[in-house]
């Protein structure tokens, strides 16, 4: 018997993914969520954080091996109907651990969420009026006061995403690093950003912020009107995405470095 005999699969709401789903039930007997080893996800990237964030809110975390029938499907492996079992894909899939944030924010109610991201953490102004924020990295304040649209804490997994957009540095998997990264720095002009170890715990403190009020958003969850959030790595929660052979996450994060 393999690793992965007891396989769950979820297909995204999108044509193209109930199609492929169809085909797949009729091939292999799944098994619900709870009772699988691993978990075949079809759709694209944001189905597929969907699901790690469904498993990471139930506390029952699965291998997960995605099938791209998205658009860019960064997460995911290439879709190709052929001679292999799902059941031999995942046998010879390759696993990679990626860790995500934990962040607990405190509202100026006096509130206090918790939430994961895979992708990033990010503080982002509300209005009109610049932001102002106090970044704290392993408990020194490191700049006392960022003017700006807002900043982010990426994990590698997401420094091609919104990270790389803001022009912060691409990760490459298992490096053990964070990007934290300003958006639209107004001040302190010439600070770009700076590469972290992900030991070190992030906090950042909205000033002003009655004047100029912020949200917290991991990943997709949104949270307003923010005081203070503190950011760090949660090993106990890492995630296992499974890629075939030769189409692995860190080679696609390699490559994305060299587009033009």
Request: neutral net charge.
């Amino acid at each position: 018997m393999g690793t992965y005999q007891r396989l769950a699969l979820a297909a995204s709401p999108a044509e193209r993914a109930q199609e492929v789903a169809t085909r797949l039930r009729d091939a292999h007997d799944w098994v619900p969520l709870d009772n699988a080893d691993a978990l075949v996800v079809l759709g694209g990237d944001g189905f597929m954080l969907q699901m790690l964030h469904h498993m990471l809110d139930r506390w029952r975390i699965l291998p997960a091996y995605g099938i791209n029938l998205g658009t860019v499907g960064f997460l995911m492996n290439k879709y190709r109907p052929g001679k292999l079992s799902i059941v031999e894909k995942l046998e010879r899939a390759r696993a990679l651990t990626v860790s995500p944030l934990t962040m607990s924010a405190t509202t100026q109610a006096g509130e206090t969420f918790s939430s994961c991201a895979i992708n990033e953490v990010s503080l982002l102004r509300e209005t009109r009026q610049t932001a102002k924020l106090e970044i704290t990295v392993g408990g020194k304040v490191r700049i006392p006061e960022l003017a700006c649209d807002g900043v982010l804490v990426a994990t590698p997994a997401g420094s091609t995403a919104y990270n790389f957009s803001a022009n912060g540095p691409i990760l490459p998997l298992g490096c053990g690093l964070l990007a934290l990264t300003p958006i639209s720095a107004f001040r302190p002009r010439r600070w770009r950003g700076a590469v972290l170890p992900d030991h070190l715990p992030i906090s950042i403190r909205s000033l002003e912020a009655d004047k100029r009020p912020v949200s917290a958003v991991a990943d997709q969850k949104e949270i307003r009107d923010i005081c203070t959030i503190a950011v760090k790595v949660a090993h106990e929660r890492d995630l296992t995405l499974l890629f075939d052979r030769g189409h692995s996450l860190d080679e696609r994060i390699v490559g994305e470095q060299f587009m033009t």
